[in-house]
């Protein structure tokens, strides 16, 4: 194997396709990069046996540079390759494999041999029948992926909660939904066109954070292929693949009540400062919440703590409506839903003070819906 290949986008793909790769791996064959070499295009490949990435790099592509004189494959350990990658002196690197699996990396005045392994050690990845893929506009999907991702559980005591629900409907409906038990995030959009086939899969929430990562604003668009263990998400230059979370996700659809008691329209950015301010308070005390008072002449938040001290905010409110209500809960579950707001003003609808309240955008213009579990207090 050997090629000549342009430094900065050799190091841009493999910074890439790293991102799969994990820090301690269970499989320690997968620390490394395998990188293949064939008539026309260079493949690099990471996984963590979670999420796989596939850089294709080919010889059409002008930013690359890459031209190939062999084609051949080896395996590289990513992190101690990345940097010597980095290290190099010149804007061009030559990239060639001798015997006993070792490369020879040569870059200006620079000379480098490093020792790799044979990839027939590699796992394959799976391989998608070429039927007719989903298109998902690349930047839809990477709003979705943050109104949502977030709100997934961190505790591994529940698998499945850790994931988001994703459904497809057979009208082109798509649903994102997750919920560590305690607040709940859902968001709808209308695809445009046919759609081949209805989905109804969990994917890992932090395998959605990557990709949302590794897919760049000029990348427009991607394709999506599933199977019943893996969905892979594709373009042009990366196939990036994710197992999928095994068991069937909590009926979410029943806890979002249409009933309620009371009203609350706020800005946005005041009524989430005012938030990031009580939690500095509440976050240093025992409780940690934030306790909300509601009438139709004021609304005011407060944290009361021995130990730090008080925070009185008076919130502007843009309207109120219903009756006077006292809530308590964790003021990190509403900052993070107020973030993933784009809207300038929120709606926030109560029940009572034990049910859980939602948050949609004030102007109604989306499908949005988050719902934060109150605290109970004496």
Do not use: W
């Not at 009208?171 to 759609?195: F, I, P």
């Not at 199977?227 to 594709?234: E, N, P, R, V, Y």
């Not at 905010?313 to 839903?337: D, H, K, Q, R, V």
Request: glycine share 4%.
């Amino acid at each position: 194997m050997q090629f000549s290949i342009n430094k900065t986008f050799f190091l841009q793909a493999l910074s890439i396709t790293k991102r799969a790769i994990g820090s301690k791996n269970a499989i320690p064959i997968l620390s490394n990069f395998k990188i293949e070499a064939t008539a026309d295009a260079v493949l690099l490949t990471g996984s963590n046996g979670l999420v796989s990435i596939e850089y294709q790099i080919t010889q059409e592509n002008p930013k690359a540079g890459l031209l190939i004189s062999s084609p051949g494959s080896i395996l590289l350990e990513a992190n101690f390759f990345l940097n010597i990658v980095a290290s190099l002196p010149e804007a061009s690197i030559d990239f060639k494999a001798i015997d006993h699996h070792q490369v020879v990396l040569t870059s200006g005045k620079s000379e480098i041999t490093l020792k790799g392994k044979d990839v027939d050690q590699y796992p394959r990845l799976k391989t998608f029948a070429a039927k007719k893929p989903l298109a998902l506009s690349t930047s839809l999907l990477k709003q979705l992926i943050s109104e949502t991702a977030f709100a997934a559980s961190t505790q591994e005591s529940r698998p499945i909660l850790t994931g988001v629900h994703l459904t497809i409907s057979e009208k082109g409906e798509l649903k994102l939904v997750a919920t560590d038990s305690h607040r709940l995030s859902q968001r709808q959009v209308n695809l445009e066109g046919a759609v081949p086939k209805a989905l109804d899969v969990v994917l890992p929430s932090r395998s959605l954070r990557e990709l949302s990562s590794v897919f760049s604003e000029a990348t427009t668009q991607v394709e999506l292929y599933y199977s019943d263990t893996q969905l892979l998400f594709k373009s042009p230059e990366i196939s990036f693949y994710t197992r999928l979370l095994e068991g069937s996700y909590p009926d979410t659809d029943r806890l979002l009540s249409s009933q309620f008691e009371t009203e609350l329209v706020c800005q946005t950015k005041i009524l989430r400062s005012a938030m990031e301010r009580a939690f500095l308070v509440s976050h240093a005390s025992q409780t940690g919440t934030v306790k909300l008072e509601m009438t139709k002449d004021l609304v005011s938040a407060h944290v009361n703590s021995p130990e730090v001290g008080k925070v009185n905010e008076e919130i502007e409110m843009e309207s109120f409506s219903g009756s006077g209500l006292t809530i308590s809960f964790n003021p990190t579950y509403l900052i993070e839903a107020l973030k993933a707001l784009k809207s300038e003003t929120v709606r926030i609808r109560f029940v009572s003070p034990v049910r859980p309240f939602t948050l949609t955008p004030g102007d109604e213009s989306e499908a949005f819906i988050q719902l934060i579990t109150p605290v109970r207090t004496n």
